[in-house]
């Protein structure tokens, strides 16, 4: 069983609470899974000293970087998401007065609850268009489901027949390298692809069109004459219907 300087804060004040209850130390001990040892001293230090705390908290080297240096430290992190351990660690060190290492700063960091990962991809939205799509969020904030539904949603998308981001990883040996089942293949040109348009509502698909080259103005109207005319014609005959597309230049034209 553990010392009684192994108990947490809460464990303490079960055993407090589990002596005050009327159990006996055999009682408690068997209770909460504590030696009859340190049920005793811990209940004994309760009755003379009133101590209910771990001593956990003093135990253990004095952290180097306390907590005006981990706001510090936060402060480095909010200016430069980029920066390296070296890096931060070299500006942190900057006017203190005991400098820190880089292992020091990487477990401040973990404990501040900082973790170094790859940045999520987003497209790329100007303000401008941030602007509107706030006002468009603000504007349709209170539309129900039956609203939606009177929707069509349209666009184009590119789909690659091969297709590799650079971040697959491996487990290999120095000498396995070449090896057929640590390589990954590639082509010329991406490997070819497909561009379709399709549109879709809450009550169906729409239709799938495959675009032989780059979609244009003109074959964009080509493709609003013979498909989505029909569509929303055929899904919305009383014309309460609402077409969805992009400001994709062609869309524009």
């Not at 602007?131 to 039956?146: D, G, I, M, P, S």
């Not at 239709?207 to 005319?229: C, E, K, Q, W």
């Amino acid at each position: 069983m553990g010392k009684k300087g192994d108990l947490s804060n809460f464990e303490h004040g079960m055993v407090v609470g589990a002596r005050w209850a009327g159990l006996s130390i055999s009682q408690s001990a068997q209770l909460l899974g504590f030696s009859r040892t340190t049920i005793s001293r811990v209940y004994k230090e309760w009755c003379e000293k009133g101590k209910t705390s771990s001593m956990l908290q003093s135990c253990g080297r004095k952290c180097l970087v306390d907590a005006r240096g981990q706001r510090r430290m936060g402060r480095l992190i909010q200016a430069d998401r980029r920066a390296t351990l070296t890096e931060i660690t070299t500006c942190y060190n900057r006017g203190m007065q005991q400098s820190i290492c880089e292992a020091t700063t990487h477990t401040t960091l973990r404990r501040m609850g900082y973790n170094n990962r790859r940045p999520h991809r987003v497209p790329l939205i100007s303000t401008t268009n941030r602007k509107k799509r706030l006002q468009f969020a603000q504007a349709h904030q209170n539309w129900t489901v039956e609203d939606w539904k009177n929707v069509a949603w349209s666009d184009e998308s590119r789909f690659l027949l091969r297709h590799s981001d650079g971040r697959v990883r491996i487990w290999h040996k120095q000498n396995e390298n070449m090896d057929p089942s640590c390589l990954v293949t590639t082509v010329q040109a991406g490997g070819g692809g497909v561009m379709v348009w399709g549109m879709f509502s809450w009550h169906t698909l729409g239709p799938l069109v495959p675009i032989g080259h780059r979609l244009n103005a003109m074959a964009y109207l080509s493709i609003v004459f013979d498909h989505v005319h029909p569509f929303m014609t055929t899904m919305y005959p009383s014309s309460d219907g609402y077409f969805q597309q992009d400001n994709a230049p062609c869309h524009k034209a």
